[in-house]
């Protein structure tokens, strides 16, 4: 008999359909690796008798997990996790979310069956019968920051990012007769005085996003010595700098300085010599293990957008579709305080007003 994966639990008394929350809490053990990749899924009958449910909801739930990317049928074998299930938000980013939530909801006295379905609702009525995705403005200064910021975006809303370079945004703006196109404009702290100049008058809101180390590479950085010297590389300048601030706006004791360098060249060697972490993005993996080493710890982090940003955004385009044709309106269409206002309410950039612990220096 195949072991059962962990975590799995049926509330035949829950508003939401049994078949839903066996999807559901497959893919979140799929995404969390509680499923090794050798071994295949529990049979039908294996899980229908373990959930006391009937095994034609276990099938149909199956299919979902196979239209949706995360099993494969192997003929003759059984059901495995798929090479490359969808990739989504962090397991744990959704975790912290969903507890955050559940916490505030608690403190309100609604129950969890009132939150899910409350969350079904609004998200029928303000998103998910959108006819097609919201177009959405997305302003950086390189294509691998745009890149990065449009695919984080797409997994986590539905919105279709209209990618434009910084430098070539007043030519855009002139050549678009109509931008009221765009639901909102979306770029990052540095940039948002810039964007919120050349969109003036447009009734374009902007909402400027914040890209942070990931929760694990922050726990894992605790957990060093006092004292540790961390190193910040990735192929693109901006990335690595916006990575080595949110790592040092994190304020952690331990640390005793961040520092940053190309993923190349002698200043690459360099800050290998004088750092006892490197911290580095996928793409650069490759480069900065040829120059320094097996022996050098490294931890690969591609960063996350803050997701108070990201809700942010979300209620901008729920108030967008409300005020369409042939939907309710709001009262009133307001332009979000994005100005100088990071997603977690401190004022500046990046973080600035919060307590700097460690200085950031870049790299010779």
Do not use: N, Y
């Given at each position: 008999m195949t072991t059962i994966p962990r975590g799995l639990r049926i509330d035949g008394h829950s508003p939401i359909p049994i078949r839903r929350q066996l999807t559901e809490q497959l893919k979140h053990v799929?995404?969390?690796?509680?499923?090794?990749?050798d071994q295949p899924l529990p049979?039908?009958?294996?899980?229908?008798?373990?959930?006391g449910i009937n095994p034609n909801t276990v099938a149909r739930a199956i299919e979902d997990l196979k239209q949706s990317g995360h099993v494969e049928v192997r003929r003759g074998t059984g059901v495995f996790v798929a090479p490359a299930p969808p990739?989504?938000?962090s397991v744990l980013l959704r975790e912290a979310f969903l507890k955050e939530t559940a916490i505030?909801?608690?403190?309100?006295?609604?129950t969890p069956d009132e939150v899910a379905v409350g969350v079904l609702s609004v998200a029928r009525v303000r998103l998910a019968d959108v006819g097609e995705v919201i177009e959405v403005l997305l302003v950086e200064c390189s294509p691998a920051e745009l890149d990065f910021f449009a695919r984080e975006l797409e997994a986590q809303l539905p919105v279709r990012p209209d990618k434009v370079l910084l430098g070539d945004l007043a030519a855009t703006i002139r050549r678009r007769a109509r931008t009221s196109r765009w639901a909102a404009a979306v770029t990052s702290f540095e940039h948002l005085p810039d964007v919120e100049r050349l969109l003036d008058g447009r009734d374009v809101p902007v909402i400027a996003l914040l890209a942070e180390a990931q929760l694990e590479t922050l726990h894992r950085l605790a957990q060093l010595p006092s004292g540790t010297r961390v190193g910040v590389v990735s192929t693109e300048s901006e990335?690595?700098?916006t990575l080595a601030h949110s790592i040092a706006n994190a304020a952690l004791p331990n640390l005793a300085r961040v520092d940053v360098s190309p993923a190349e060249g002698a200043a690459l060697g360099r800050l290998a010599r004088r750092v006892?972490?490197?911290?580095?993005s996928t793409?650069?993996?490759?480069?900065?293990?040829?120059?320094?080493?097996?022996a050098k710890p490294m931890i690969v982090d591609d960063r996350a957008l803050n997701q108070r940003a990201i809700q942010m955004l979300g209620a901008v385009l729920a108030q967008h579709e409300g005020d369409r044709p042939g939907t309710q309106s709001a009262p009133t269409r307001r332009r979000p305080d994005a100005r100088g206002v990071s997603p977690s309410g401190d004022?500046?950039?990046s973080g600035a007003g919060a307590p700097r612990a460690h200085a950031m220096k870049g790299a010779t």
């Open positions: 799929i995404e969390a690796g509680g499923v090794s990749r049979s039908i009958r294996e899980l229908a008798g373990f959930l990739a989504r938000p505030r909801a608690a403190a309100l006295g609604m990335t690595a700098h006892d972490v490197i911290v580095c793409s650069a993996v490759e480069r900065v293990r040829k120059v320094v080493g097996p004022r500046g950039r």
